[in-house]
């Protein structure tokens, strides 16, 4: 089979099973707080699909799937000039949809995957075509996410390095103003979160890779080998590693930035296997054999998530739980005949997605999943019950 056939395999099978995923999940509250919230790019996007497909999970989850799609597809295309075996940028393709971190951005609901599909344009924009549009490029992204002002700061660096005064005073401009208009979180009692963060990066890349890629990121620094991808995945990480000694960090939203480094963490595995001896190559081929199960391994636990349940004793403490529920309790409310219920916030703006709307002519209220109350309402994944509430006929005469 070709490389082209292979590479349509990968991404074919990668939308499928994202696909599959759909049926899943249900809308979690910070997503339906995007939907019905203060307007965004984001929201603009999530809102064509429903206009276009319904409101339903498929028109939810569609516009993510699409975009990381496109970013798998601009990774390709941008690898061919870091990696010169093409069979290796088919490994580095596959390691990218494998990553838990671009799993979980490819289908839930959040800037994650919007910031990385930017990324990878705005370096494909930038390397292909004229200077003139990645100026372009950059102005739209200022407008539209604050999750690209590390983008505008890495530039900086870059920039300043390259020791280009336009591109450096453009930058600076933009990164002033993108502070100006979405802010900097920086609430809450200094304390630190380093471990904390280390943790999160590790689980999004796996301990190896994210290892790796940190040794790569630093040699480079050692040797001088400096470009634009450099510059910007470093200048992310460390400065959510330093802000993370103060406060706890949204890591997910500088995960897209360390990703873009992936480029760098093939060529310098890459250049460090073939310029070894074929008796001495045996523990990068193991340690790539390991890094490659492991990511299966979490992909699987992702992708097959409620399994889980059997084994946690307490569902609310399950990754996934915010992401359950909610779906098949409006299912269950409107067996009952019931299109309307007053419940907590969080709930309420979940089933509202799925027509079950607030009102107070019944009265939800969760009580122990193990309850079996005739007036109770129970969820159930592979027979073990992780959500009950009582549903209960409010009469206002």
């Known amino acids: 089979m070709s490389i082209r056939n292979i590479f349509f395999l990968i ?4 939308a499928l ?56 597809i601009l990774l390709y295309d941008i690898s061919k000039n870091y990696i010169k075996v093409q069979r290796n940028r088919l490994w580095l393709l596959i390691i990218f949809i494998l990553l838990p971190g671009v799993i979980s951005s490819s289908i839930i609901v959040n800037s994650a995957g919007l910031v990385l599909f930017g990324l990878l344009l705005f370096v494909y924009i930038y390397e ?19 999750g690209f002002s590390a983008l505008f700061m890495g530039l900086l660096f870059y920039s300043l390095y390259k020791k280009d005064r336009k591109f450096l005073l453009f930058n600076l401009v933009m990164f002033l103003s ?26 999004i890349f796996s301990p190896i890779i994210f290892i790796y890629l940190f040794y790569t990121l630093y040699r480079r620094y050692l040797t001088k080998e400096f470009d634009m991808l450099w510059f910007v995945s470093t200048v992310a990480l460390l400065f959510s590693l330093l802000l993370s000694f103060r406060q706890r960090v949204p890591i997910e939203y500088f995960a897209p930035y360390v990703i873009l480094s992936l480029p760098l963490v093939a060529q310098t595995f890459e250049h460090s296997y073939r310029v070894r001896l074929s008796l001495f190559r045996r523990n990068y081929r193991l340690a790539f054999v390991i890094s490659l199960v492991l990511l299966l391994i979490n992909s699987s636990v992702v992708f097959f998530n409620k399994y889980l349940y059997y084994v946690i004793e307490e569902p609310k ?9 909610a779906k098949e309790l409006a299912q269950e409310l409107k067996v009952m005949g019931i299109e309307c219920i ?22 939800l209220e969760e009580i122990s999943a193990d309850s079996t109350k005739e007036d109770s309402v129970t969820i159930s994944y592979k027979n073990r019950a992780v959500y009950s509430a009582n549903v209960t006929k409010i009469y206002t005469n």
């Open 128 to 146: 292909n075509y004229s200077i003139k549009y990645s100026y372009i490029l950059l102005l739209f992204y200022m407008l539209i996410d604050g």
């Open 17 to 72: 099973w994202l696909a599959l995923q759909i049926g899943e999940l249900s809308i979690s509250y910070n997503e339906a707080e995007i939907l019905n919230g203060d307007f965004s790019f984001l929201q603009l996007l999530i809102n064509s699909s429903i206009m276009l497909f319904g409101q339903n999970d498929f028109a939810l989850r569609l516009p993510m799937i699409l975009l990381h799609i496109l970013s798998a």
């Open 317 to 325: 403490k399950h990754f996934s739980y915010k992401m359950h529920v």
């Open 342 to 363: 007053n419940s907590d916030e969080k709930m309420s703006k979940r089933l509202e997605f799925y027509g079950v709307t607030k009102c107070n002519n019944y009265l």
């Open 11 to 14: 991404i074919g099978l990668d």
């Open 178 to 203: 993108s502070l100006s208009i979405y802010g900097i979180d920086t609430h809450g009692s200094p304390k630190g979160y380093f471990l904390d963060s280390i943790g999160i990066y590790a689980a």
